[in-house]
């Protein structure tokens, strides 16, 4: 009994299958047992986001939201900081916060 290249093949790629899911399955298992306690990201889920509550809201409008104005500005934003023209707190990269810059403390002490 000797197996040619295609039954070779097709058995091997098989095996892959199987161990994909095997794996797949394994992987979303480990994460539902996931303590709930467990990393950083938990406390920044419950902190209110302006931003993305925004963007839900133009994604339940659909088609609409393309004639919305507010829309329209809440993709500008996400768009700028995905490209990191801007920080999340809606400052331009580069720009140097009013209380940070060197100027600010001997404008003050005058």
Do not use: Y
Request: aromatic share 2%; with cysteine.
């Amino acid at each position: 009994m000797t197996m040619d290249g295609k039954t070779l093949a097709r058995a091997v790629g098989v095996i892959f299958v199987a161990a994909a899911i095997a794996a797949a399955a394994l992987g979303m298992s480990r994460k539902e047992n996931k303590p709930a306690g467990e990393g950083a990201h938990t406390t920044a889920g419950l902190m209110p986001n302006p931003l993305r509550d925004g963007l839900r809201r133009c994604q339940a409008l659909g088609e609409a939201a393309l004639r919305d104005d507010g829309c329209a500005q809440l993709w500008t934003e996400q768009r700028d900081r995905f490209l990191g023209l801007k920080e999340p707190s809606g400052r331009p990269i580069g720009e140097p916060d009013a209380s940070q810059s060197p100027g600010a403390a001997t404008r003050g002490g005058q």
